[in-house]
């Protein structure tokens, strides 16, 4: 039993761990949007986008992961693995809703610098 708690809170520290942002954004995007003006300054900011879009994927595939793994083993987690199992279910759909953002205006800065040309 004491074996059991031990791995539960484990599971939840990882969780929580995995889900806090470990690093400040490394620039103003408000500002680097507004002083965008020319073709390279719009494709530097789509390779921004697609990169954190890359990021959040690889968070939400974590995230289906740890998924499997409680449903594979509920009989281990009891109640709390449906709680585990709904935060994981919210935070793969929080992860694709901002990969499909950034992607969205990764392509958006795509259209403006080939307008530029």
Known sequence: ???WKISVILIVLALLISCAQMKPHPMDMTQA?????????HE????????TAREMQSKAQEHKRML????AHREFYGR?????????HALINFYEQAV????DMANSHRKVAAEIK
């Open 1 to 3: 039993m004491r074996i």
């Open 33 to 41: 949007i507004q002083n965008a003006k020319t073709t390279a300054d």
């Open 44 to 51: 530097a900011l789509a390779r921004h986008y697609e990169a």
């Open 68 to 71: 499997e793994q409680y449903e």
């Open 80 to 88: 709390r693995g449906l709680d585990m199992e709904s935060m994981c």
């Open 100 to 103: 499909k953002e950034n992607m």
